[in-house]
Each structure stands twice: as structure tokens, then as C-alpha cells.
């Protein structure tokens, strides 16, 4: 499961890299992609998922003032995500968010590297589920818990929240980490940490 996680990530960076330049030469649409590594920060969650998920993402820079004041330079966007994880436990999660990214003044460069900050707020569609799972005893992981295991089929939404932190690289490329706050599914956090890389069309 590890080596096809490190497959899938592999191939989709190069994938990436295949693209950027095709469209390099148009005019920006405002479409971003994004591809990388999900770490729940939970340790009885990963113990159940594994240790190391995959995040998709897509995004959509919207041609509306910044929330955060004219000023500030913030590009705000709506972004959907996909976060998966599958060991005993297959964990997946939707995100829809509403999220803005501001660069940071002082530290940007023309033409070059341009660090920035953002904050997201959006819903979080959560799904569990396991054909069977030993245990030694009933947990509270699902209610459908036996002395011997469980099955689980479980869903939950939650109202979330991103921490993020980026560089872009020449405007079209970059590199973003991000916390995210994004509750509960089967009584187990799903709060995380990703790193990303991605693409601006």
C-alpha cells in the first residue's frame, strides 16, 4: 500500500510537469491543480488508515475583491479537495472550501519566488469504512463493534478550517503547506497536515 501510494504521487507530479508547459504560453484561467502527501495529525487514526495519504486538488481563483481588504493583495478562490487514506480503515475526505492566499509584500520578488499566507473555511464530507476489523474488544471507533470486530460504513459532515502557508515559483508553479482543521468522522479527528505541489493554468 506505501509503494502504491509513492506510485500515484510520482505520477502525478510528473503528470504536472508534462502540463505546466503546454499552457504556459495562454492566457491564465484562473484554474489551479495541486497534488501531494496527507498526514493526520490523530496517532489512533493512523494507526487504523496508515500513515500517509494522498490530496487532490482543484481551484478556481475568482475575479472578486479579497475578503481581507483591497490592499492586502489576497486572491481569494473556491477550492475543491480529495484526501484519501486506506490501510485496515479506508478514510476519504471531500473538501469544498472558500479560501484566500496573500502574498507577502516585503519578501516578494518580481518575475521570481513570492511567499505567501491563507486561511480557508469551507465543509468537509467525511467517509470510514471496513469490511472487518479485529479488535480485541468493542472501541468506540463504530457501534457496530464485537468482541471479536467490526465492520464500519460511516459519514460525516463538518464545518472546516486551513491554515496555509506557499511559495509560487514564477508565478505558475508552487509549493504549499497547509493545516487543516476538519473534524470528526466515527468519533476519530481527521485533523491533518499536507504538502503540496502544484500548477496555475
Same mark, same amino acid.
Given at each position: 500500500?506505501?509503494?502504491?501510494? !509513492?506510485?500515484?504521487? @510520482? $505520477? %502525478?507530479?510528473? /503528470?504536472? #510537469? ?13 484554474i489551479s491543480l495541486e497534488v501531494g502527501g496527507n498526514y493526520i495529525l490523530k496517532s489512533e487514526v493512523r494507526d487504523a488508515v496508515g500513515d500517509l495519504g494522498l490530496r487532490v486538488g482543484l481551484g478556481y481563483q475568482l475575479p472578486t475583491p479579497s475578503l481581507l481588504g483591497a490592499n ?29 492566499? !496573500?502574498?507577502?509584500? @516585503? $519578501? %516578494?520578488?518580481? /518575475?521570481? #519566488? ?88
Amino acid at each position: 500500500m506505501k509503494t502504491l501510494k !509513492v506510485t500515484t504521487l @510520482m $505520477a %502525478a507530479f510528473v /503528470g504536472l #510537469t508534462l502540463a505546466a508547459p503546454a499552457m504556459a504560453q495562454r492566457e491564465p484561467t484562473g484554474i489551479s491543480l495541486e497534488v501531494g502527501g496527507n498526514y493526520i495529525l490523530k496517532s489512533e487514526v493512523r494507526d487504523a488508515v496508515g500513515d500517509l495519504g494522498l490530496r487532490v486538488g482543484l481551484g478556481y481563483q475568482l475575479p472578486t475583491p479579497s475578503l481581507l481588504g483591497a490592499n492586502t493583495g489576497g486572491r481569494p478562490s473556491v477550492n475543491l479537495s480529495y484526501t484519501t487514506a486506506d490501510d485496515d480503515v479506508k478514510l476519504t475526505t471531500w473538501g469544498l472550501t472558500y479560501e484566500e492566499r !496573500v502574498p507577502f509584500q @516585503m $519578501a %516578494a520578488r518580481p /518575475g521570481g #519566488t513570492s511567499p505567501y499566507w491563507g486561511v480557508g473555511v469551507g465543509l468537509f464530507f467525511h467517509k470510514a469504512e471496513a469490511d472487518y476489523v479485529l479488535v480485541a474488544e468493542k472501541n468506540s471507533v463504530s457501534e457496530n463493534g464485537s468482541e471479536n470486530g467490526y465492520g464500519m460504513d460511516e459519514k460525516d459532515t463538518r464545518i472546516g478550517l486551513r491554515a496555509i502557508l506557499g511559495v509560487d515559483f514564477a508565478s505558475k508553479w508552487f509549493v504549499e503547506g497547509s493545516y487543516n482543521f476538519t473534524g470528526k468522522v466515527a468519533d476519530g479527528k481527521t485533523d491533518s497536515i499536507a504538502l503540496v505541489g502544484g500548477v496555475r493554468f
